[in-house]
């Protein structure tokens, strides 16, 4: 636990450890919002005080990630699992086909998600090789009639990342970032669209984040249900019917609170502070730990790993639940041991566990 407030040494995967600033904002804000006499829960999405926080979060997230000016910004419920339909309903119209990178479970369920509504291909996969890396696509050939390649920047399972984005010269780039969103400089322009679940560095769950080139947006089919189009939002300002409101609220905190502690160079930069201590427990520790990820393909945000047996997994896992240390237990289809450590995960969290690595280690060799 750290300091006297009793908050827990947190490496959920998602939902997961928001800043204390934001939650702190929130529970003072709670039942009075700005001399209101009503919580954010509590108001029209119409108000002017909603639509503050609204027009806020939109205008914090061009800033913090430099999106030009001919991208929308968009609010969406449904989770990033929404975005696996939406994406090729969309975008899949007939005589089209999505390519579809396999990169861990995530990307699997998005291209089984594609398969129901038009063709696709899978032009790269790293499931032979359990997915411990990232592709490379260097000698990758894209058939004709791509609409768009999908890829899945962070795999929070398997605790691997792209370090370097593809370069796909002429087909549009959508990238599901809902495990790496804002914690590393992004070059927005590189990609027709980004969209992440809230839930793991930007905020609650319950509004996903899309990010879109207007110019792509434009090539979308216009058939789809009202709710199911991009349209409606970008037309809308996300605000056609009622948003998730108090997540959104939460988002603009959080937003808040990295502009005012140096934006996204120094969340990266403590970010790989984190991921190296980590890795460095792992990496001295003679094969009593090994990491599931190549080096070269390594997250810095999903740090995932084993012990050398089982039994010794079950004693390290139990123990650490009982040192205080929350969600170290790896993703159910997976198993082993993985630590979240997203952007605000505190670097005293980190080193606590590190100790508790070496300790155990130590204990047990
Ligand atoms: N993509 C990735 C990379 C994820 O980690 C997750 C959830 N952990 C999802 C998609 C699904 O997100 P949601 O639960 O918001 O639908």
Known sequence: MTNDINRAFNFNAGPSALPLYAL??????????????????EMSHRGKEYEEIHNGAIALLRELMNIPEDYEILFIQGGASLQ????????????????????????????AEAKMFGEVYVPASGKDNKYNSIPDLSSVAY????????????NTIYGTQWQQFPEIKDIPLIADMSSDMLSRPVDVSKFAMIYAGAQKNLGPSGVT???????????????????LRY????????????????SIYILNLVLQYAKENGGIPTLAKLNSEKAAMLYKAIDSSDGFYFGHAKTESRSLMNVVFRLKDEELEKAFLLEAKQKGFVGL???RSVGGCRASIYNAV????????????????????
């Not at 702190?24 to 209101?36: H, S």
């Not at 058939?143 to 962070?154: K, Q």
């Not at 590190?354 to 300790?359: C, G």
């Open 24 to 41: 702190q904002r929130a529970q003072t804000e709670l039942l009075d919002y700005k001399g209101t006499g009503m919580s954010v829960m």
């Open 84 to 111: 696996f339909s939406m994406i090729p309903m969309n975008f899949l119209a007939s005589g089209k086909k999505g390519a579809y990178i396999l990169t861990g479970s995530w990307s699997e369920k998005a291209l």
């Open 143 to 154: 058939e004709p009639d791509t609409a768009y390649v999908h890829i899945t920047s962070n």
């Open 209 to 227: 984040l899309v990010i879109i080139k207007k110019s792509f947006l434009e090539t979308a089919g216009k058939n789809n249900p009202t709710m």
């Open 231 to 246: 349209s409606t939002y970008a037309e809308n300002n996300s605000l056609y019917n009622t948003p998730p409101c108090y």
């Open 329 to 331: 237990a790896g993703h």
């Open 346 to 365: 505190p670097q005293e969290a980190c080193r606590a566990l590190k100790q508790f690595m070496e300790d155990f280690r130590e204990k047990n060799s």
